[in-house]
């Protein structure tokens, strides 16, 4: 008896999850546009530390914490995230790069926040 290892309905299967995959990375991948008007908002215990329009910047700028918590946070065109913290859990560096509206990346030990503000703020969709 000759078996073919997958069968059509298989064969179907595979090829449909695989173009529903490519259409939902192409869709989040050109719905990734940058928000016209992004702000970033740096705070430290309630306090505005530093606001930056991260399109208008031309090279990357640095800002150095110090405190029981030494940080160090990169803004770069369109983007800004904690490069480096001595935070026990670094779950702030973890966070990686903020780029849409309504992105926060929050350092708990340093009660360090960074949030972007803009026009358009998204709902976040992941769950961490």
Known sequence: MNIPWLKTGDKILIA????LAAVILIWNI???SPDPDVTAVITQDGRV???LDLLNLDEP???YLTGTVSQVIVAERGRIRF???DCPNRTCVNSGWLTRAGDRAVC???RVVIKIVGKN???DTRAY
Not at 16 to 19: A, D, K
């Open 83 to 85: 490069l480096e913290s």
């Open 49 to 51: 530390i530093k606001q």
């Open 108 to 110: 708990v030990p340093s």
């Open 121 to 123: 703020p998204e709902m």
């Open 16 to 19: 449909t999850v695989t173009v």
């Open 61 to 63: 700028e640095y800002l």
């Open 30 to 32: 050109l719905g990734a």
